[in-house]
């Protein structure tokens, strides 16, 4: 059974990086990191750090939640390379509580965590 | 309707498989299927999955496999699931709407309430209350293992059927099993062990009833069209498919065993154009033996032999890979395992790789005077109702 398990043991962030694959033979990006490319099957990977920055592609909010619990806003960002070759989309959570700070198309960054991804809206 | 044909096949190890994804389980069924047929997965125009627990398995396999953007349709029919994903598939193509799908099944046993596929408490009640009036009981809330123990009670009662008899079944399926490294039990029994195992439910030991098994198997269908312009050799033809289907009282007048089987049976066989003789003269096959007591009926409802008769085919080596007529050459379900979803399409992988005298198969291959004819079926339970599916192949058109 071990011989299918093909989730890699890897961290999932490098300090504020993603920590994901891309294969070298179709050039598709893997994260989380597996064993084989989904798209053309192929074994032979390249390392490859994803971020810190990124744009938001969409969000939202839950409204309905306990009373207690936090107002989290949510949604998915492009993540780029630091040469802006290659990107991932990544879903996750923002750093503020206030809807307004939060637009289509504004600059994120990728924040260091070990349990959550989240993102840090930066200034215009 | 047109011609179809499988020409590939894939099956994962079965067995408890609780540490893998759906889509660790499913995809190297998929691949190896791919890679049997030899052809590039991008001819592949659409799939079928069976799966009873599996919401959405079918399109994480097919993102993992490569095929993602085809139609993906989720098959849900208790223990028939995968049988019925490969009969939508057939028909998929045999109306002339694709000329090429992947039938799958897939199942993590864990993730499978018996509220599903049979069982809970809402079924019960239900259930209970078709139950009055009806000389057949409603298997007192003692599950699937309880119903074949009552088949197998009154098929001892109405045939002088011994325990011995539902036992050797076992003894065959085990044997078959040794030579079948994908199978979960793969230790022969002697018939001893079968019959000192724990009781379930009289007569029925524990190595009498199938166990719960996470798997996957994948086969891939494609038109006459197709394989002629692709130069695919060797395809198994399928000649029928038929389903049927009975309340969960059956038929009070038919005797112990599944009148929905035998209906199934003949109409499945009168398509093909065979009769149960011919299986004797030149084919196989694979049936669905959930319980000791199921397979023994099914010989019987099939019409291999006459009513009350089941014990002689098993107890004269006929259903022994070897024998005059072969059944379960894998093992079956009572040592493959039965991960729900995914058993229907195993059993026509395993008569896809007899068929073409596969390596896979090399250690319990079906004799060549054998290979001519084959059929599979399964029983699914969706609790208050009998639904089964069968199939017959054949090697040529």
């Known amino acids: 059974m071990e011989n299918l398990i093909t989730r890699q043991k890897v961290p999932m962030l490098i300090g504020n990086r993603v920590n994901a694959v891309k294969c070298n033979i179709c050039g598709n990006i893997r994260f ?19 971020g810190p920055i990124g744009e938001i592609v969409t969000y939202s909010t839950t409204y309905k939640k306990k009373p207690k619990d936090k107002q989290r806003i949510f949604g998915i960002v492009q993540l780029f390379t630091e040469d802006g070759n290659d990107s991932i989309t990544l879903s996750g959570t923002f750093d503020t509580e206030n809807f307004d700070d939060v637009k289509i198309g504004k600059k994120i960054e990728l924040l ?7 993102f840090k809206i930066l200034e215009d | 309707m047109r011609n179809v044909g499988v020409i590939g096949a894939g099956v994962s190890p079965f067995g408890r498989l609780d540490a893998l994804l759906y889509q660790e389980i499913g995809r190297p069924a998929v691949n190896d299927a791919i890679e049997s047929a030899g052809i590039d997965r991008k001819l592949i125009q659409s799939c079928y999955y069976g799966t009873c627990g599996g919401v959405g398995a079918g399109h994480e ?18 223990c028939s699931s995968g049988s019925n994903a490969f009969r939508m598939a057939y028909m998929d193509i045999a109306s002339g709407m694709s000329d090429c799908v992947i039938a799958m099944g897939v199942e993590k046993m864990k993730n499978v309430s018996m509220a599903v596929v049979g069982g809970g408490t809402r079924f019960q009640i239900e259930a209970k209350a078709y139950s009055y009036g009806s000389p057949v009981s409603l ?10 123990a009552l088949m197998g009670q009154a098929h001892m009662k109405a045939f002088g059927t011994k325990r011995e008899d539902f036992a050797n079944i076992v003894v065959k399926s085990r044997k078959n099993a040794s030579k079948n490294p994908k199978a979960e039990f793969q230790t022969q029994m002697t018939i001893d062990e079968v019959l000192n195992d724990v009781m379930v439910n009289d007569p029925l030991t524990k190595s009498q009833c199938c166990p719960r098994t996470d798997g996957a198997a994948a086969v891939i269908l494609m038109s006459e069209d197709y394989i002629k312009d692709h130069h695919i050799d060797a395809p198994v033809w399928i000649k029928a498919s038929a389903m049927g289907s009975h309340f969960i009282t059956g038929d009070p007048s038919y005797p112990p065993g599944i009148s929905t089987d035998a209906d199934t049976s003949r109409k499945v066989f009168k398509i093909a154009g065979v009769e149960p003789k011919d299986f004797y003269e030149r084919g196989f096959g694979e049936c669905h033996d959930c319980f000791s007591v199921s397979e023994l009926v ?12 089941g014990a002689n085919m098993i107890n004269d080596g006929i259903v022994e890979i070897d024998g005059d007529l072969p059944i379960n050459p894998s093992g079956g379900l009572l040592s493959c395992g ?18 073409r005298k596969d390596k896979e198969v090399a250690k319990r291959q079906v004799p060549d005077n054998h290979l001519d004819i084959a059929f599979t079926h399964t029983l699914g339970q969706p609790w208050l109702g009998f639904t089964n599916v069968m199939h017959v192949f054949s090697r040529e058109l």
Not at chain 1, 112 to 118: F, G, L, Q, S, T
Not at chain 2, 139 to 148: H, V
């Open chain 1, 112 to 118: 260091p965590n070990e349990k959550y991804i989240v």
């Open chain 1, 32 to 50: 989380p990191p597996r064993t084989y490319c989904n798209k053309c099957q192929g074994t032979d990977f390249s390392s490859i750090l994803i």
């Open chain 2, 338 to 355: 039965h991960p729900l979803g995914a058993t229907g399409t195993r059993q026509i992988a395993e008569v896809f790789w007899q068929m």
């Open chain 2, 61 to 78: 396999i097919m993102n993992e496999t490569g095929l993602m953007g085809i139609p993906i349709t989720r098959v849900v029919n208790a």
């Open chain 2, 139 to 148: 298997w007192a809330g003692g599950g699937m293992p309880a119903g074949f």
């Open chain 2, 298 to 309: 099914h010989y019987e409802d099939f019409g291999f032999c006459k009513k009350g008769e």
